[in-house]
């Protein structure tokens, strides 16, 4: 009975033991299993369409029998996990927007809109100068584009920056850029600080190809915007004096003409008016003298009374003169009972 139990004992603890070895077998495989998918992780790269990719080893480029750098096309590739860098660059045509502000030969600032589109042509120099990082690309193009154009439009004054803008601004400026020589010509300008030269062979950006360069639009600050502005309204406020001091002249001018036209008017009026009155009052003693001519006594009567009423028609007036005077003839001795 007693080795019954024993024998119970014994073969429960091997049951036992055999789980428990199980159990650390199923953890060291499963282990195994997450460490060799880490190791494919880590070994498996993918190289996106567009795109080509540097393989970097021990920090240095790997290439090939010829020396030649080592490009990974599109597509899958292994490397040695924790030991290969894999760079992907982007060998797409890259668009590039710009905006800064530039000062022409008289000081008017400007804001300068423009693009430069550009891609990789030589992995090896463009990893070399920037790494493949994009962003650093686009510092660069930045300043250098920023330096060409100072150069071009620091020694033009603004009307001939806008028009040559499509016609040689453009042009120097992207050949600048694509590092062609312009007739070994050197560009000299001064900044603010110091004196900047540069030659158009020599500042071009390694590894890059440029392949289009064009100014989207130029505007000028708020600044100028509003100099421009009050210098037109002055200009326009002093035209506008001119003609209402050109239209006072005028118009003294037309009224003087008018009324010394009419001067002449009246005084021919008047002329005429008093030749009138004087061949009437001719007329009139004409006629007077017609029909009393019988009788003078009566055409002198009628005379007098008119120069009385004339006379005395006026109240404050006072008139001095003798009763024996001819002129009250006719009031002293009234010829009403002869007519």
């Known amino acids: 009975m007693i080795l019954l139990i024993n024998v119970n004992l014994i073969l429960s603890e091997i049951i036992l033991s055999v789980k428990k070895e199980k159990k650390l077998m199923h953890k060291i495989i499963t282990l195994i299993i997450i460490v060799i998918l880490m ?94 990082d994009i962003l650093k690309t686009e510092m660069i193009l930045n300043r250098k584009s920023n330096d060409i154009l100072n150069i071009h439009i620091a020694h033009s004054y603004l009307k001939d920056v806008i028009n040559d803008l499509k016609s040689h601004l453009t042009k120097d400026v992207y050949n600048a850029l694509s590092n062609i020589n312009i007739e070994n010509k050197e560009l000299t300008a001064k900044s603010i600080n110091n004196n900047l030269k540069f030659k158009n062979n020599t ?9 289009d360069m064009n100014i989207n639009n130029i505007e000028l600050t708020n600044n100028e915007l509003n100099c421009i502005f009050n210098r037109i ?7 506008a004096q001119k003609q209402i001091l050109k239209g006072k002249e005028e118009s003294k001018k037309i009224r003087m003409q008018a009324n010394y036209q009419a001067d002449l008017i009246m005084n021919e009026a008047k002329i005429k008016a008093l030749i009138i009155k004087n061949d009437n009052d001719v007329k009139i003693a004409r006629m007077f003298a017609d029909h009393f001519k019988n009788d003078m006594e009566f055409y002198t009567f009628i ?10 028609r006026k109240k404050k007036d006072l008139i001095v003169l003798s009763l024996d005077s001819d002129f009250f003839k006719y009031i002293k001795n009234p010829l009403i009972n002869k007519y």
């Open 303 to 312: 005379r007098s009374l008119t120069a009385y009423k004339k006379i005395f």
């Open 39 to 132: 190791m494919c992780r880590t070994s498996l790269c993918i190289v996106n369409e567009g795109h080509k990719a540097i393989l970097v080893r021990f920090s240095k480029i790997v290439r090939d029998k010829n020396n030649n750098i080592k490009l990974l096309e599109p597509g899958l590739h292994f490397k040695i996990p924790f030991i290969d860098i894999i760079t992907s660059i982007d060998n797409r045509i890259h668009t590039t927007n710009i905006k800064n502000n530039f000062f022409s030969k008289e000081g008017k600032e400007i804001v300068l809109d423009f693009y430069i589109k550009w891609r990789v042509n030589n992995f090896n120099d463009y990893y070399m100068s920037t790494k493949g």
């Open 233 to 239: 309204r002055n200009k326009h406020k002093l035209l």
């Open 203 to 211: 500042i071009g950006m390694s590894g890059i190809e440029i392949v």
